[in-house]
């Protein structure tokens, strides 16, 4: 190695932790002043603790039960997408990721690669592991664009107000179209599924240069792969991987709606239909990578949402059944993945020989 690259090297390195500790300083900043200055102004903390503190046992216990269903629609949901994964992997799987991408700026692409290693020590194919993750990723980005679009449609038949809603329903609207006629062409002919891998290449190989990153090569190739390892998968797995990506969403949406009536919000101050529609919009936010798990915004998400549909009267009860809701499927899960994390750890019996490695459906880029 001659001393110019290891002096490129060395800069290379000094931009990615510049870069890196700029984004956890924004992720910071943003959930400061979203926790210490905007959701104050709705209510105080004081009196949203009061709130909290009449639930009672019960009511506790079935928030509890709510959500460990919500958490076992997730494990159905991977194992929908990866055929062999038993319950107690999915469960260990999905927790130890989620916890890693609900704690760390970009912890997704870490919790992307954990949940490889993982699957990879239990004999899972690295083809195997990647068609699983991607058909997660589109079913799931899928829904939560759909999202919008019925609460809006619900919302119309019901007779509520539709204006909050519109834009992001419209933004969904064309996102949904052109994201199913890109997959759907894709999985159609293998020409356009070289086309749409080109495109794409082209595409993040000119959003890589903005950061002084080298080009991708060979998603053509990949996406042809793709589309061959994935056709038998999704022609018989679509269904379950439908239905256990629907029910895991309204699995979310019910633990919401529950936490909402419990603080004392009625039907008659907002709706299940408009719960609905700002649930949408939540989780339209845990897509924008701004902060781990979209914290804060996604809390001051909800607040406004409820807030702006049934009025100042119910300020306190919005900030605390935001703030119980995000305990319950956000707070509490980062420990519970800890756990998981030692289980994976110290539990051999689930260990297999690796198979032959095959090639990924997509290359994942030189850093």
């Known amino acids: 190695m001659t001393a110019t690259t290891i002096a490129d090297t060395a800069r290379h390195n000094q931009r990615k932790r510049v870069i890196r500790s700029a984004q956890v300083a924004f992720s910071v900043a943003i959930v400061v002043a979203i926790f210490a200055y ?7 903390y004081g009196s949203v603790w009061a709130i909290l503190r009449t639930l009672t046992w019960p009511q506790l216990g079935l928030l509890a039960a709510a959500t460990l269903f919500n958490l076992a629609t997730y494990w159905a949901q991977l194992m929908a997408s990866l055929p ?6 999915a469960a ?36 195997a592991i990647t068609l699983s993750t991607l058909l997660t990723g589109i079913w799931n980005a899928f829904l939560k664009l759909a999202l919008p679009i019925a609460a809006v449609a619900i919302l119309v038949v019901t007779g509520s107000s539709t204006v909050a809603l519109l834009v992001p329903a419209l933004i969904g609207v064309a996102a949904l179209v052109a994201a199913v006629v890109v997959f759907g062409l894709l999985m159609w002919k293998k020409e356009f ?3 749409i891998g080109q495109a794409l290449g082209v595409a993040w ?27 038998d998968l999704v022609a018989r797995r679509w269904p379950a991987l439908t239905l256990t990506t629907l029910v895991s969403h309204l699995g979310l949406y019910l633990v919401f709606l529950l936490t909402i009536r419990l603080v004392g919000i009625t039907a008659t101050q907002v709706s299940w239909a408009e719960v609905l529609g700002f649930f949408s919009l939540g989780r339209l936010a845990t897509a924008v990578p701004i902060t781990p798990g979209g914290v804060g915004v996604v809390e001051l998400t909800y607040i406004a949402g409820l807030v702006l549909a049934g009025g100042s009267p119910i300020r306190a009860q919005a900030v605390a059944a935001a703030l119980l809701f995000r305990l319950l499927t956000y707070v509490l899960q980062i420990p519970l993945g800890g756990v998981t994390y030692l289980i994976w750890q110290r539990n051999k019996s689930w260990r297999k020989p690796v198979h032959p490695e095959q090639p990924s459906p997509v290359p994942v880029p030189s850093s």
């Open 205 to 231: 190989s000119w959003l890589r240069r903005l950061v002084r990153k080298p080009p991708v090569t060979g998603w053509d190739q990949a996406a042809v792969r793709f589309r061959r390892q994935s056709n």
């Open 193 to 195: 599924a070289q086309r």
């Open 92 to 127: 260990v799987n999905n927790q130890t990721t989620t916890s890693i991408a609900n704690t760390v700026p970009g912890g997704g692409v870490v919790a992307v690669g954990v949940a490889f290693a993982m699957l990879r020590s239990w004999g899972f194919s690295l083809s």
């Open 38 to 44: 905007a959701i104050p102004k709705f209510a105080n």
């Open 84 to 89: 062999g994964l038993t319950l107690g992997q």
